[in-house]
Structures are given as C-alpha cells and as structure tokens.
C-alpha cells in the first residue's frame, strides 16, 4: 500500500527565516509526486508536480525537490502569507494513477 | 474559467439519515475524484470516476457510493450516516491522470 509521510506536523518561523519540509514516500512505482497548499477552510491548491529524481521545480519562494524516496518544499524567506498546511501526494504507476496524501504539514510564518 | 464547484457548503445531519453531495468540475475535465478529510487522518480516497465510469476506490465501507453523469457532474451518496462520517468532503477533478487535481472548497457534513 502506498504511504506518504510529511514531517515536521507543524513548523513556525519568523518571516525571512528560510526552512524546508520534508515528504517520504513508498509507493509501487512513482508516477508524480504533488505538492499542495491548503488554506483553512478551503481546498487543497495546486503548486508542483514532480516526475522523476533530480527534478525541481520554483514558484516565487517554495521551491520543490525529488530524490528516490523523498522530496523536499524548501521556502525560502516566508512571509505571512505563506501560512497554510502543505500537503504532498503520490501517484502511483497503476492503470489510472490512485494518488496517496500525506497528513500536511502545517506552516506559521510570524511577521 | 470557473472552478470546481461543491454543494451545499454546510450539511448537518442525523445519525442513520442519508446525505447526497454534489460536484461539479471543471469544463472539460471528465476526471472527477471524491476524498475525505478529518483532522487525524488527512485526505483519504473515496473513489475516482472518468466518463461516467469509477476506475478507482478507496477503502470506504459500501455505505459510500458515488456516480457520475454525462455532463462529468458527479455526486456522492453516504447512507447510514455515523458520528465518524464527520468530515470535509472534497472533489477534485483533473484532465488527465499525469496533472494535478483542482479542488473544490468541499462540503462540510456534520453528523449529530
């Protein structure tokens, strides 16, 4: 069964201070790996999709990155509102692509 | 371009009552996928439908079932409700199974 695991649960840090969270996965056979951003009470938004290992991809301050078993959304000099609860998926490599989420991890950037 | 569009916003219901949620994606993407969300467990799949047909299903008893119609427009149905079915119901729907989902802002179920 695929499993997606996003550390830290719960990350604050002062606006500038840069950081990056953490998503490790398992899956039988990666198809993409998806990075979400989800402010309270809303949906999750889209950021990324990532295909393969060594790939990157940036978006103003986040930037995203893939290794064999894990990826990283590294920000770099947040901002307030930057807050919000990052979620990381996998696709796996069946037939029509079921996608596995990870809890999130939810960011609190004080000005 | 619109969004995915999720109704009603707000559903309080009894126990062992039914509840009927609806979805409608963006024009043009005839993937539409329906997940919970709790605090403890994150988003879980419920199941995934491409023309009409489900092509993919989560670990939800059978009290869960969905369809969806022609026009792409999908709806979900949970029967029985229990306290536990409290959660965030969100759709998402997607052109193809390489891009990723466009969420809706969900349905909030409350079961009392």
């Known amino acids: 069964e695929d499993q997606v695991t996003q550390s830290p649960e719960a990350l604050r840090l002062q606006e500038g201070e840069s950081s990056s969270l953490n998503c490790s996965y398992t899956?039988?056979?990666?198809?993409?790996l998806f990075w979400y951003r989800q402010d309270p009470g809303k949906g999750p938004e889209f950021l990324f999709t990532?295909?393969?290992a060594g790939e990157e991809k940036e978006k103003e301050r986040l930037k995203a990155t893939l290794t064999k078993k894990e990826s990283f959304l590294h920000i770099t000099a947040p901002k307030p509102e930057d807050s919000a609860t990052y979620l990381c998926?996998?696709?796996?490599?069946?037939?029509?692509?079921?996608?596995?989420f990870g809890i999130g991890t939810k960011l609190q950037v004080i000005p | 371009k619109a969004g995915v569009t999720q109704t009603p916003r707000y559903l309080i219901k009894t126990r062992g009552q039914q509840v009927t949620l609806s979805c409608s994606p963006i024009?043009?993407?005839?993937?539409v996928s329906w997940y919970q969300q709790t605090p403890g467990q994150g988003l879980q799949f419920l199941f995934e439908?491409?023309?009409?047909?489900?092509?993919n299903k989560g670990n939800f008893p059978g009290r869960f079932s969905g369809r969806q119609f022609s026009n792409s427009r999908s709806e979900m149905n949970v029967s029985t409700l229990e306290l536990g079915d409290s959660a965030l119901y969100l759709c998402?729907?997607?052109?193809?199974?390489?891009?990723?989902?466009?969420f809706g802002s969900g349905t909030r179920l409350t079961v009392v």
């Open positions: 990532l295909y393969s």
């Open positions: 024009s043009g993407h005839r993937s």
């Open positions: 439908y491409f023309s009409e047909t489900q092509r």
């Open positions: 998926a996998v696709g796996d490599s069946g037939g029509y692509q079921k996608v596995t």
């Open positions: 998402a729907s997607r052109t193809g199974s390489d891009y990723g989902y466009t």
């Open positions: 899956v039988s056979g990666l198809r993409g």
